[in-house]
Structures are given as structure tokens and as C-alpha cells.
């Protein structure tokens, strides 16, 4: 099987830096998604991680590392709107290449 | 596109009535999915069809719940009889060209059995 853990809830001050930790259990890594969910909203992509690094897109960036099984989001200049839950997903051999989902960790900006 | 498309988007129902949820996918995607999500447990994997075809129900909570796909832009999953326990929010999601490809959700149909 497979095993994710996020940190439940953080919390920020606009404007500022926040990284959000995701650790990971699996056989047959192929993976790793960030996805962002709004209160009463779907989740929507963010970002998709398959070799060891940081990838950065705009005010976010995100980093793997295969073999410590850890992820993080990186948020920069945090605005009131990236309030929202974030969902950590990894795509392995052994869950037929099908994501699984952490519990997400909400962030709460606040001014 | 306008996406993935889900109805009802609420739905409050009576213990042991039967609910229907539907889902359009994206046309062209050939992988479908639905969710549940709830605060204890997060987002789980009920069921997921490729190419119309349910390839993994381990994540259906029991026989209550079923799935169908009858062609490539219509899914439902159907609850009955339903329980407050089900009382979810539902996503359905689908993915084009490969399965290690991002998902495009739903907006869900929030779910409520008195």
C-alpha cells in the first residue's frame, strides 16, 4: 500500500513564505502531484513531480526527492486567496499508476 | 470544454431512498473516476473506469454502491438504500492521454442523508 502524511493545518501572514511538507511510503514511485482545494471547491492541479529537484511556476515551486520519499510546496509572496487545503497525490507502479491522496494540509493566511 | 460536469450539485435525501449521481467527463478522456470526501477521511477512491471499463471497485464501501458507464460521456454512481453515513461530498474526475497525467475534477454534489 501506500502511505502520504501532510501536515494537517499551517499558518501564514500575507506576503510572506510558507512550505508545505509531504512524506511518502511506496513501492514503484512514477510521481507526485500538488493539487489546491478551496473551501467548497474542487480540487484543481498545481504541479506534477517524476525527477528529484525543484520546479518552479510562478509564485509557487515544488521539490521531490525519490529517495528521502519527501515533497514539499513552496508558496511565495502569500496573498489572502491562497487560504485553501493542499493535496498532496503520488502516482506509484504498486496503485497501478493511480494517484492516492494525502489528507491535505489547510493553510490559513491571514493579514 | 466546460469541463468535467457533475448533477445534482446538492442533494438532501431521506435514509433508505436511492440517490443518483451523474457525471460527464471531459470528452476525449478515456480515464473516469469518482471520489468521496469527507473531513475524517479525506479524498478516497471509490471506482475508476478506463475506456467505459471498471478496472479497480475496492475503494466501493459495500453492495449499496454501484457504478456504471454505459458510453464514453456518461457515468453515474447510485446509492441504495442510502444512509446518514454517506453523507459526503462526491467528486468525479477524468484524465486524458495516460493515467499519470493530472486529473480534472468536478465541481462535486454535496451529498446530505437525513
Known amino acids: 500500500g501506500q502511505n502520504i502524511d501532510q501536515p494537517t493545518e499551517m499558518t501564514a501572514t500575507e506576503g510572506a513564505i510558507v512550505q508545505i511538507n509531504c512524506t511518502y511510503q511506496t513501492s514503484g514511485f512514477n510521481g507526485l502531484f500538488w493539487y489546491q482545494q478551496h473551501a467548497g471547491e474542487a480540487p484543481t492541479f498545481l504541479s506534477y513531480n517524476v525527477l528529484d529537484g525543484l520546479e518552479e511556476k510562478g509564485r509557487f515551486s515544488s521539490f521531490l526527492s525519490r529517495s528521502k520519499g519527501y515533497s514539499y510546496l513552496l508558496l511565495k509572496e502569500l496573498q489572502m486567496k491562497d487560504s485553501a487545503s493542499y493535496l498532496c497525490?503520488?502516482?506509484?507502479?504498486?496503485?497501478?499508476?493511480?494517484?492516492?491522496f494525502g489528507r491535505g494540509t489547510s493553510l490559513i493566511v491571514h493579514p | 470544454d466546460a469541463g468535467v460536469i457533475q448533477s445534482p450539485r446538492h442533494e438532501v435525501t431521506e435514509m433508505g431512498q436511492e440517490v443518483t449521481l451523474r457525471c460527464k467527463p471531459i470528452s476525449g478522456h478515456d480515464y473516469l473516476f469518482w471520489y468521496r470526501q469527507t473531513m475524517m477521511r479525506g479524498l478516497e477512491l471509490l471506482i475508476y473506469?478506463?475506456?467505459?471499463?471498471?478496472?479497480?471497485d475496492s475503494g466501493m464501501p459495500e453492495d449499496r454502491f454501484s457504478a456504471k458507464m454505459p458510453n464514453a460521456s456518461f457515468s453515474t454512481l447510485k446509492i441504495q438504500p442510502s444512509e446518514p453515513r454517506d453523507s459526503a461530498v462526491y467528486f468525479c474526475a477524468s484524465i486524458g492521454a495516460g493515467v499519470g497525467n493530472e486529473q480534472f475534477f468536478g465541481p462535486g454534489t454535496r451529498l446530505t442523508v437525513l
Open positions: 473506469f478506463n475506456n467505459n471499463v471498471p478496472i479497480d
Open positions: 497525490a503520488v502516482s506509484s507502479s504498486g496503485g497501478s499508476y493511480i494517484p492516492t
